[in-house]
């Protein structure tokens, strides 16, 4: 069969590979500890399924605007200024299956042969994969543990040209946790505005910071104007398989995303957004709790990767990942990867996962029991007796 070019450019996500890998060695009767998939651990609050139900039986179970419900997109603006100190109206959100499609939607609409993309390497393989899609140049900047794995707004400034169209940044950063500072997204937006450059925000992780509150461009001077807001209910909310997220971007291209929906999934699920209002409007507690749990099982990963030979961990201050170095030991990221499921029953990702600057790291998403890391890491202690370092 012949296909046509663009999808030779598409990317992947490896941690589908690596769970399905993980399951077939599972069903064969292995013990495998599961750390490659991005999901809380925990389950989605009672009050937010019962929403789901009420609202399948109250019969909302067919087609609904292409953009979203109005009452879900006024809740999301009205949770985005008080949070964001912005003030936005409900026709710049757009509400989608997922904030996944944000990101398609968002520089299909945008960015073309030619333009430039500034993107975080390491960082979430989505964003390099649909800008090589759209014949855009993705332009890598690393993010180095040296800077605690945040962007050096230095090296921002230098790969700017004529032609960039685009900066993407996600804080709390999937695979390493780590948090711009307001000074960093202060230089940020001062490039974006003084260039003409938008910038793709990607908050998903928002809620899951350890230390201080969460910051946003959006919130800088002269940038709501030009920020494509990605945000969602699967991390905050444990609802990745309900399939709910939202852009929040000028109102022109609201409009266009609109018709990318039009053209792709026609809306997103009638019950599903309804049991968005509720997770929007409702209590926090059960994500309040889940946050200190998973800071707990944030110390206990980090104190055992670091009591391993050859290994060392920072202390990342959001999202649920661990980017640990390994570069002491005589072997690739991949070949780590390999060996810890193989040989050693532990299912984590190749920092390549995350682009070529992932090198010599691996992504442990510790969405684990502190009993399952306490094992995990007793099981590496001993495992990489057998590997050089
Ligand atoms: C940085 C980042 N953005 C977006 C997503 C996708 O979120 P959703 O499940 O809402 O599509 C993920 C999922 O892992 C992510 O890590």
Not at 163 to 185: A, F, Q, Y
Not at 274 to 297: C, F, H, N, Q, T
Request: glycine letters at 8%; charged letters at 25%; proline letters at 4%.
């Amino acid at each position: 069969m012949k296909f046509s070019k663009c999808m030779g450019r598409l990317g992947e996500e490896t941690a589908f590979k690596v769970l399905a890998k993980a399951k077939f060695l599972e069903n064969s009767g292995r013990e495998i500890i599961h750390f490659e998939i991005g999901e809380t651990g925990f389950d989605t609050p009672e009050h937010i399924c019962e929403a789901a139900k009420q609202a399948i039986d109250e019969g909302y179970t067919h087609y609904e605007p292409a953009n979203g419900i109005l009452p879900l997109r006024e809740a999301i603006a009205e949770d985005v200024n008080s949070r964001r100190k912005v003030n936005i109206s409900a026709d710049s959100v757009v509400v989608t299956p997922g904030a996944k499609p944000i990101m398609f939607f968002g520089i299909i609409a945008c960015c073309e042969n030619d333009d430039e993309v500034i993107y975080q390497n390491p960082g979430f393989p989505i964003f390099e994969s649909v800008i090589r899609f759209v014949g855009a140049k993705p332009v890598p900047i690393p993010l180095r543990e040296e800077n605690e794995f945040r962007m050096d707004i230095d090296e921002l400034k230098s790969l700017v040209t004529k032609r960039t169209r685009m900066i993407i940044i996600n804080s709390p950063h999937n695979p390493t946790g780590s948090v711009l500072t307001e000074e960093d997204l202060k230089g940020i937006s001062e490039i974006a505005v003084n260039n003409d450059i938008l910038v793709v925000s990607d908050e998903v992780y928002k809620d899951i910071l350890f230390e201080g509150e969460h910051k946003s461009i959006m919130s800088f001077d002269g940038m709501t104007e030009r920020t494509i807001l990605i945000d969602g209910f699967s991390k905050t909310f444990s609802m990745t398989g309900w399939r709910l997220g939202y852009g929040v971007v000028p109102e022109e291209l609201a409009h266009h995303i609109t018709k990318l929906m039009v053209n792709s999934n026609s809306c997103t699920a009638s019950f599903i957004q309804r049991a968005g209002i509720a997770g929007l409007k409702g209590p926090m507690d059960e994500v309040d709790y889940m946050v200190s749990k998973l800071k707990e099982r944030r110390d206990a990963i980090v104190k055992g990767l670091n009591s391993i030979d050859g290994i060392s961990c920072l202390k990342p201050k959001g999202a649920f990942y661990v980017f640990p170095n390994i570069k002491n030991l005589v072997i690739t990221s991949d070949e780590f990867e390999n060996f810890l499921l193989e040989k050693v029953g532990i299912a984590a990702l190749s920092g390549t996962s995350f682009g070529s600057y992932g090198e010599g790291y691996l992504r442990f998403a510790y969405c684990t029991s502190i009993e399952n890391i306490d094992r995990a890491v007793e099981k590496i202690k001993d495992a990489v007796k057998e590997i050089k370092h």
